[in-house]
């Protein structure tokens, strides 16, 4: 039976992956099976739509129409919704950026954000992945993480990005061990110069299922205040998910 057009459009989505988040036209026809021509056509109709865009260099990566049609997951949806209101009053209590986070794989899957007034240089965004290793949210979730995926980071992930980043797996072993032990993770400029963060788990039954985190100029001073703020919404919004919350996929993989 000849593939129907739903079938090749479906092929060329299914050419993205952790390892092929950037494609090129070739790599995309040569993945998927299709001719370039038809990968080519196919291809303008989903940037069209919006579940795939192309960058300058003429790479596709997905777009964000994928991303919010993935938020319709009941996990996802569930999570979010349940976090809004305790990201909020944790915005207006700090006037910091507050994040909401899960695991993907080996990064971290930004859920939302709620932006601060603070001059506070900040690369995430709702739906963007960063690193487990260099940030609060991400470090949390390392430190929660199954054995395998730990050492998939510490082996293979732990990539420089600034002068104060992470990199020696020892370290970060012990760092993840204390992260375990004191309830929460920070970081000191290790994702970007001139932000540090702070973060907690979100736990439903005595699992992990997320990440709270907030980024500030300086911890100094504030950290105390602000691990305390984090803790009591992230309990806020474990008991709110009771009973019954089935955790994102994203956090579990």
Request: with cysteine; aromatic share 4%.
């Amino acid at each position: 039976m000849a593939a129907t057009v739903s079938s090749k459009l479906l092929s060329l989505l299914g050419t993205f992956d952790t390892s092929h988040r950037r494609q090129t036209l070739s790599g995309i026809a040569r993945r998927s099976g299709l001719p370039i021509s038809t990968a080519h056509r196919l291809l303008a109709e989903l940037v069209a739509w919006g579940a795939v865009r192309r960058l300058e260099s003429g790479e596709y990566v997905i777009g964000r129409r994928i991303w919010r049609l993935g938020l319709l997951a009941a996990g996802e949806v569930d999570l979010s919704r349940v976090a809004e209101p305790f990201l909020h009053d944790l915005h207006a209590a700090t006037r910091a950026v507050v994040h909401l986070a899960v695991r993907e794989g080996t990064e971290v899957l930004y859920l939302d954000r709620v932006s601060g007034h603070a001059s506070v240089p900040i690369v995430s965004s709702t739906g963007s992945r960063l690193p487990l290793h260099s940030t609060g949210v991400g470090k949390v979730l390392l430190a929660h993480a199954p054995a395998d995926v730990q050492e998939e980071v510490l082996q293979h992930h732990l990539t420089r990005l600034t002068a104060y980043t992470v990199t020696e797996p020892g370290r970060m072993r012990a760092q993840l061990h204390r992260i375990r032990r004191d309830g929460y993770a920070q970081t000191f400029e290790e994702m970007t110069l001139g932000a540090c963060s702070v973060a907690v788990p979100v736990e439903v039954d005595g699992q992990v299922v997320a990440a709270l985190g907030i980024v500030v100029p300086d911890l100094r001073n504030v950290r105390a205040r602000l691990v305390a703020a984090l803790q009591v919404a992230a309990r806020g919004i474990g008991r709110t998910l009771e009973p019954g919350f089935h955790p994102p996929e994203a956090g579990l993989g």
